[in-house]
């Protein structure tokens, strides 16, 4: 009966209307009953606590009125069937009709009775069932709901959240409130947004997914919000290398930026553009540390710029110019910027490059704009807060103000440009990846992948992907705390050849870019 976790998750995601949406084509354009469904949904979450807690005996199942209390009945019966002892415990009104009715009845028939939420009933148990408020939640938690909510997160046990943690936006990771801390969810039918960006990451633990078998057909109607940055979707961006290329044919990335005591920015930015495959990196810096940069990794060629007319020829040789990086707020690093926008190449805008652009916003479709959260509210005129609250819209206000791509960092980075509605987001990478440098080796790696001719979107997503799954090489390698920007250099550079390898074998990958003069 109970079904083990499928291995894998899907790269659609959903809003919540949107899964309300495919539920509905099941049931009225397939003839599945809504019973049916919560009944394998039940299914589904009891398998992976059986495989993930399999000596768990005492399970407190914590219900709310609705559908995903439902869930949690058929779990709380399934439990006693397989001779655990289940605790079923409900906050609000117990459902008297409708398919969650249907349920708590076979609990009853069955001899388990519901007791109301009482913290003291947490006590002892040896896992938690999260069943209490499901995705549809819109105003804030509050009042007996969030104290159940923390009780649940300080009774010091393992919880298993069905569907969603509850008190998480399903669309925008935003905790309302409070929220419930799971180890693990189970998520049906659609993979809901708002569990890979802003506090879903925190709160989710590892997701599971089922689609409870509905028919495939259901899902050609629905449009996905976004899709998860997987290397499946990310086939074909990178092509072989040509016996005969050199390295004209894979562009001239120029970083501007590295003002006085900043030499270290355009460092990782200039290093991160050569790992990630550009032929030629070029860096235009202040003269007081120039020869120091050239020094530490001879392979780049730094410049030291007291100016626009000193950055003239070095723009005019560039494919791509990253700008921004220990760029700083003052006449030096102002002037550079504008010269940077003058010269009409493709540009990556990072770190103090989005200052300048907040004091004189302006739209190009050729850049490729990464700010993070407290970056993104200059550039928007609002809060931090008011970003993270919800990260898509944040997005998609930049990439339509400012044109071009937007890169909106964090956990769960998000990748949309002007004129499509559709996200691309990217849940790998982890907290270790929170240090100074890191947002200077992305725009490297952007770069690079736009000097050897991808698209900005295509660059983007490429890039995010890399970036975080280095990070995440790294951090297994010698754990999260203290990791450097530096240390994704050897993962970066393993990563980007095997995904061109595995291109090479599938018989995809591009052109090979021509070659450019220097």
Known sequence: MQKPPAPSLPDALYRAAQVRELDRHAIETHGIPGATLMQSAGEAAYGLLRVRWPRARKIAVVCGPGNNGGDGYVVAHLAQSDGRAPVLLQLGDMPATGDAATMRQACEAAGLKSMLFD????????????????????????????AAIEAVNNAGVPVLAVDIP??????????????????????????????????????????????LSVPATIYKD???????ITPGNLHGLLAPRARSAHKGSFGHVLVVGGDRGMPGAVHLAGEAALRAGAGLVTLATHTAHSATVNAARPELIAFGVTGPADLAPLLARARVIAVGPGLQRNGWGGKLFTAALDARRPLVVDADGLYWLSQEPMRREEWVLTPHPGEAASLLGTSSDAIQSDRFAAARAIADKFGGVCVL??????????????????????????????????????????????????????GVWLHARAGDEAAEQGGEIGLAASDLFAPLRGLINRLAQDDSRDGGGRATPGAVAE
């Open 119 to 146: 913290a003291m009933q947490l006590s002892g148990c040896d896992v938690i069932v999260d069943a209490l408020l499901g995705t549809g939640l819109e105003r804030e938690v509050s009042g007996s709901w969030r």
């Open 166 to 211: 509850s008190g998480l936006n399903a669309d925008t990771g935003r905790v309302m409130g409070a929220a419930v801390r799971a180890q693990a969810t189970m998520s049906f039918i659609g993979l809901k947004t708002g569990l890979f960006t802003g506090d879903g990451p925190s709160y989710t633990g590892d997701i599971f997914f089922d689609d």
């Open 222 to 228: 629905v449009v996905p919000v976004a899709r998860r």
């Open 409 to 462: 960092k964090g956990a769960g980075t998000i990748v949309c440009s002007a004129g499509d509605e559709t996200f691309d987001l990217c849940d790998a990478g982890n907290p270790g990846m929170a240090s100074a440098g890191m947002g200077d080796v992305l725009t490297g790696v952007i770069a690079a992948l736009l000097a050897q001719c991808l698209a900005p979107r295509d660059a983007a997503r490429l």
